[in-house]
């Protein structure tokens, strides 16, 4: 079906060779590393290759160590001499050794299938003995002199880390590509040709930054954008595990609004731990499974682990089992916390069987202060939040800002995010931005704000020879990353014109406008002709009729319209707007419809139903005139209604051919509540982007329940707290890029589009493209493969092809 498409891409293919970032196919493994590979190891081999031991220089400490001996071939244990050596029944080389039990059947099943999964093995976890103890307390750092003028905090710091590892500098990226990263990063959209186009004109030299201000003032962007962050790190969704059986409970209202508002983080957190009302109270409530639960997953459990990972950077999952083998962690800590959330009496319980011992609410780190366990659960909750956001407690600061220099960096300072207790490339760098972010008063977007003004961040990407390692990272700048789920079909809709019409997440997406005057509350009413016992006739249909007198001329205006369950709104007898889906009301943007003097609106409205049902229009308007004077107009009784319905013709309707006579007063309706719901929903925020000109936000996959195209790009179920999104493609992934339905009628949409945009043009069309979807014109070899392939009359199925070919390049992929 895709022959041209995938031509074009096997000839790009060397376009695929792409710096600091692996696309490897992998399959998920299979194998519990944590739970199942490393129990055994303890007990049977890291006495004797652990720690500082490595008998027969062979060590388990680290996956690099077990590769580097050649004992083990990843995904092949036949040849695998561990495996030998495990089963052997020699007293002079098997292992363990004689002295010691043999391991069991079912262990070296074990091994065989965790080396059949490439030695899957997690970032986080050694067996080494460690030294390093990460800080309780923040610290702000001395920041080394400038270099070159080069005044900015971050870059003072990573200068002097640079120097001191003899490495040069990372050069600066073209204004095309720190566009396109800048914009991806803060909103995650795509800039738009005019966007681009003003910004390489521009010649001020603040214009990254001044850039970067309106990114982060863009605050529906931004929040729509930041929603995936914090729904992943605080497991929230619209549907999936517990929601049918009200197990669950979404905090998306209270998240959303929190975003919109750049509510301060330690604000959120507070509200997140010690709920003061019910909007943010799912979060600690967690997953209610249904059936016999493990005691690791009980509620007041999920609590400890929750509030660990999310705010702490702490792995509390293997300590709610038993002491942790990956920190100091231990099983009565990961009680502790879980009591403070407990309403009853808690018993540990260590690998699923109780002790007999009864857990204590307490913190952490009782330096900084200490839960009271005998004060009710509400004060426990409100203690733990202020001991969690105290000002002393630099943890909580740095594990943020760590996890926002990965958003933009690709890499954390600490790595993995979900490991606070490893030590950071740069000591001074965290704790720089931990530092800064509390003197900002918890300022998320001044973080960020920070990290992009930053030399460092708007430097060329680091080149990465295979994939990527965690062992002894050295910065050399930031590190491409693959696009989210979100980021990458928000950006094909953008592209195609195919975002869905309305989204499934219980939110408000409000203008600022919205919320300091109340300039678009709606009072318009729902209106008809007559009705026949309290009904509108089936297949009825009828116009509407308003007339107004402006002043002065329109500078400004909008409308909001919807009409169960079809119109057609004429201003001065022009066709201006039309649905058939009342659940999408409609917004149109009045100044240039509407004139000085008299004016008349007209609605064509039917009610497209065999039977008799109820039928309503519903119409709301501002309108900003030159005498800086304001005009509401509104769907009410002073409207006319005809029955008399005269055809439109080339989108104009002569309604003054209606007999004055013939217009009658209209009905108001009283409204059905799912009118009233899409109203309230959706309408002022419609109201207001089309008053002031903006066009109506593009719905977001972060507002949107996750579906399989969604998975196998990487988004997560979120039953748990996810951190870090898949930095590889899997086979999965793979097959949808390529052959996916609902991305294939995406490209086909996005394609008559392309063409229309580019006048069937070949040359301006392939331009289009690759500014649009790669912020940057096509070079010589990409516009003669195109233009060779497409040719003069390209088709619309040559241009989907097309669109899917660049699509899929790993520069549109990433974020870099």
């Not at 070296?108 to 030294?131: G, H, K, P, S, Y």
């Not at 003028?149 to 590892?165: C, F, G, M, S, T």
């Not at 733990?384 to 926002?404: C, D, K, Q, S, Y």
């Amino acid at each position: 079906m895709l022959s041209l498409g995938f031509r074009i891409t096997a000839v790009i293919g060397c376009l695929w060779a792409s710096p600091g970032i692996a696309l490897a196919v992998t399959d998920s493994a299979a194998v519990d590393f944590a739970h199942e590979v490393v129990p055994i190891l303890k007990r049977n081999c890291t006495h004797c290759h652990g720690g500082r031991e490595a008998k027969g220089d062979f060590s388990f400490n680290t996956r690099a160590d077990v590769l580097d001996s050649g004992f083990v071939e990843p995904g092949d244990p036949d040849t695998s001499y561990l495996l030998e050596l495990v089963a052997s029944s020699d007293p002079d080389s098997q292992m363990p050794p004689a002295d010691r039990p043999r391991m069991s059947p079912d262990e070296i099943a074990v091994l065989r299938r965790w080396i059949e999964n490439d030695v899957n093995w997690d970032e986080d976890f050694t067996f080494e003995i460690q030294t390093y103890e990460p800080p309780l307390r923040p610290r702000t750092p001395h920041l080394p002199a400038p270099q070159e003028d080069r005044n900015h905090p971050i870059d003072r710091i990573l200068d002097a880390y640079l120097a001191e590892q003899n490495l040069t500098r990372p050069p600066s990226v073209d204004d095309r590509v720190f566009l396109r990263r800048v914009s991806l990063d803060l909103i995650g959209l795509l800039p738009t040709r005019e966007q681009l186009d003003a910004f390489i004109e521009d010649s001020d030299p603040n214009k990254r930054q001044r850039v970067i201000d309106q990114l982060l003032a863009d605050r529906i962007g931004y929040a729509d954008h930041w929603l995936t962050f914090f729904n992943d790190l605080l497991r929230n969704d619209y549907s999936g595990t517990g929601f049918i059986t009200g197990g669950r409970t979404q905090i998306s209202a209270w998240l959303y609004q929190s975003l919109l508002d750049n509510k301060p983080f330690d604000q959120l957190a507070r509200e997140l731990i010690a709920p003061p009302t019910s909007e943010s109270q799912g979060y600690i409530d967690g997953i209610k499974w249904r059936g016999e639960v493990s005691a690791g997953q009980t509620l007041p459990i999920q609590f400890s682990q929750s509030i660990s990972q999310s705010f702490l950077g702490i792995n509390m999952k293997c300590a709610s089992c038993h002491d942790s083998f990956v920190d100091h962690w231990t099983l009565k800590d990961a009680y502790g916390l879980a009591a403070i959330y407990a309403e009853e009496t808690l018993e540990l319980h260590r690998c699923d069987k109780p002790t007999g011992e009864t857990a204590e609410a307490a913190w952490l780190f009782p330096e900084l202060g200490q839960v009271d366990p005998d004060a009710p659960r509400p004060q426990r909750l409100q203690q733990l939040a202020a001991l969690m956001t105290h000002p002393e407690n630099g943890r909580f600061a740095r594990t943020i800002v760590n996890r926002l220099w990965y958003c933009l960096m690709g890499r954390g300072i600490v790595h993995p995010l979900d490991s606070m207790k490893n030590e950071p490339w740069s000591e001074d760098l965290l704790d720089y931005l931990a530092s800064d972010l509390i003197a900002s008063g918890y300022d998320l977007k001044a973080t960020l704000r920070r990290i992009a003004t930053s030399a460092a961040y708007q430097s060329r990407s680091e080149v990465i020879d295979g994939r990527p390692s965690s062992d002894d990272y050295v910065f050399r700048g930031p590190r491409a990353r693959r696009m989210t789920a979100e980021q990458f079909l928000d950006s094909i809709w953008q592209l195609t014109g195919d975002a869905p019409g309305k989204f499934d997440a219980p939110i408000v997406r409000r203008l600022a406008d919205l919320e300091t005057t109340d300039r678009f509350e709606l009072t318009g009413e729902w209106i008809w002709g007559q009705l026949t016992n309290g009904t509108v006739p089936g297949n009825q249909t009828i116009v509407l009729r308003k007339e107004i007198h402006l002043p002065d001329s329109a500078i400004a205006g909008g409308a909001v319209i919807t009409c169960d369950n079809r119109f057609e709104l004429f201003i001065n007898q022009k066709l201006v707007s039309k649905s058939s889906d009342w659940t999408k009301p409609q917004s149109v943007h009045l100044a240039q419809h509407l004139a000085k003097g008299n004016n008349v609106l007209e609605a064509v409205v039917t009610n497209d139903t065999d039977n008799p049902n109820p039928a309503g229009f519903f119409f709301d308007a501002r309108v900003d005139l030159a005498d800086e004077t304001q005009v509401s107009i509104q769907s009410d009784g002073t409207w006319k209604y005809s029955s008399e319905v005269p055809s439109p013709r080339d989108d104009t309707l002569h309604a003054d051919t209606i007999g004055r006579d013939t217009w009658q007063s209209v009905t108001v309706v009283s409204p059905v509540a799912a009118w009233t719901r899409v109203i309230e929903d959706q309408g002022s925020t419609l109201l207001a982007a089309a008053v002031s000109g903006s066009d109506t936000p593009m719905v977001r996959t972060s507002l949107l329940k996750n579906t399989a195209l969604m998975k196998s790009l990487g988004r997560p179920m979120r039953e748990q707290i996810v951190s870090m999104r898949p930095d590889t493609v899997t086979t999965l992934e793979a097959i949808d890029l390529a052959n996916e339905p609902t991305l294939a009628g995406s490209f086909a949409i996005g394609a008559q589009r392309l063409l229309a945009d580019s006048e069937s043009d070949t040359d301006r069309l392939i331009q289009n493209l690759f500014l649009a979807a790669l912020s940057r014109p096509p070079t010589v070899p990409e516009q003669g493969l195109l233009r060779a392939s497409l040719g003069d009359q390209p088709s619309v199925a040559d241009v989907q092809d097309a669109m899917w070919a660049v699509c899929m390049l790993p520069e549109f992929l990433t974020v870099r």
